[in-house]
């Protein structure tokens, strides 16, 4: 079976790993997440999917974006902004950019889900769910090395996002479209 090393020195597993485990999670209001990502080729990214596996009871805003990996803080290069109406029912969804970001092949990036103030019954999403939160930090716990973080004060997405160097359990999983 072919493998990756996602630009990780050292590191060759199967395609889609270390995002093995997988399951469902509520979000938390007004947290922004990243998700670390090379860069296969160079494209234009215009919007980020994303599969809700509970609805939220109302009509509750997201955001999507992505960042580069150039150091601490990630510099946003873009984001949906603000969104209604893609948390209020299940399926996979999609955000489009405000602007397309362009991406070079090889570069490491940082794709990011934030979801801003919960009016009633919080949204599920599909997210990560490794048997241990530590495995996202096997390579470093700062950019661009740590595969996931998360910001208590990320909606919407900020201009600069400072990765914390602890675990975090549960990521979006997020697809990135041209």
């Known amino acids: 079976m072919p493998g990756v090393d996602n630009l990780q020195a050292g590191l060759w597993v199967p395609p889609g790993a270390p995002f093995v485990g997988q399951g469902a999670a509520l979000l938390t209001a007004n947290r922004g997440y990243i ?7 160079s494209q234009t990214i215009t919007k980020i999917a994303f599969f809700v596996t509970t609805a939220a009871s109302a009509d509750d805003p997201c955001d999507v ?12 290069l873009g984001s949906s902004g603000s969104v209604s109406g893609l948390l209020n029912s299940t399926g996979l969804k999609q955000a489009s950019l405000s602007a397309g ?37 096997l ?37 990135l479209l041209q």
Request: net charge positive.
């Open 35 to 41: 998700i670390r990502f090379a860069c296969p080729k």
């Open 65 to 76: 974006g992505i960042y580069d990996a150039l150091g601490s803080p990630l510099n946003r």
């Open 101 to 137: 970001v362009p991406l070079v092949q090889g570069q490491v990036y940082y794709a990011a889900f934030s979801a801003g103030p919960v009016g009633g019954t919080a949204g599920g999403l599909q997210v990560t769910a490794p048997a241990n939160a530590q495995v996202f930090t």
């Open 139 to 175: 390579f470093g716990n700062t950019s661009p090395l740590i595969e996931q973080s998360w910001t208590a004060a990320g909606f919407p997405l900020p201009a600069t996002f400072s990765v914390l160097s602890g675990a975090i359990t549960n990521a979006p999983i997020l697809a």
